[in-house]
């Protein structure tokens, strides 16, 4: 990941890490009335860090000012899709990634 200015490298790890993988294999929103309906932590739970598999993320420092991490969290779901045809030779086009989907894309 490039973010400028590594201020706090653990919580950029953390972040890529734990906002990564929870969007790509956990995390799915809905819409009802017109809005969104998880509207707080009881209805939308994202990963605990126990929860969290291993995922190696290696940082960029070039210098530049430090800049935001939330967008560069989005390459871990490319990641594992990409790491999930490797393996079984499917690809699984909407998030959350879960063993379900990865089942259902095989059977097509």
Partial sequence: ????TIVNPDGVCAQ????GASLAM???GSMKD???EQRNFDSYTPMRM???????VSIIA???????RGEPVTVIAPAIGNAIFNAVGVRVR?????SEAVKAAMKT
Wanted: charged content about 20%; cysteine-free.
């Fill in 16 to 19: 890529i890490q734990g906002l």
């Fill in 50 to 56: 126990s929860q969290i598999p291993e995922i190696d």
């Fill in 26 to 28: 956990l995390e799915k």
């Fill in 62 to 68: 070039n210098g530049e000012p430090a800049v935001g």
């Fill in 34 to 36: 017109g809005g969104i």
């Fill in 94 to 98: 909407s998030l959350p990634i879960t």
């Fill in 1 to 4: 990941m490039d973010v400028g």
